[in-house]
């Protein structure tokens, strides 16, 4: 089982980016799919969690109106809208599959990627 995260990078305050998510190993509609977030000295937060079908299940509130999760055209894949980025935002950031089909529960598998690090500074 793989989940990789990309798409990271430096961006400026307001700034948008797009992270994706490539997926392999396992069925893709068996699982929600979620993104996760992680500073130094903190504990991984769940950012978003989406069905296998691309319905929202859940959205940090820090996050509520600014990111939005979808699926690919093409099957396993996943990605992450950022826009209006603030610097708060910057941690890495992971994709990875819930416990959970259709439900966000908040356990998450433990495949874990690199993630990519999204930085927000001017």
């Known amino acids: 089982v793989q989940l990789q995260a990309s798409g990271g990078g430096l961006v400026q305050p307001g700034g948008s980016l797009r992270l994706s998510c490539a997926a392999s190993g396992f069925t893709w509609d068996h699982h929600a799919i979620g993104w996760l977030r992680q500073v130094p000295g903190k504990e991984r937060e769940g950012v978003s969690c989406?069905?296998?079908?691309?319905?929202?299940?859940y959205y940090a509130d820090a996050v509520k109106g600014r990111f939005a999760a979808s699926r690919g055209n093409a099957k396993n894949t996943a990605y992450l809208q950022m826009n209006g980025l603030k610097p708060e935002d910057t941690a890495l950031y992971y994709c990875?599959?819930?416990?959970?089909?259709?439900?966000?529960?908040?356990?998450?598998?433990?495949?874990w990627g690199q993630g990519t690090l999204v930085t927000v500074s001017s």
């Open positions: 989406m069905t296998s079908s691309g319905i929202a299940l």
């Open positions: 990875a599959r819930d416990r959970s089909r259709a439900h966000y529960s908040g356990i998450w598998d433990d495949y």
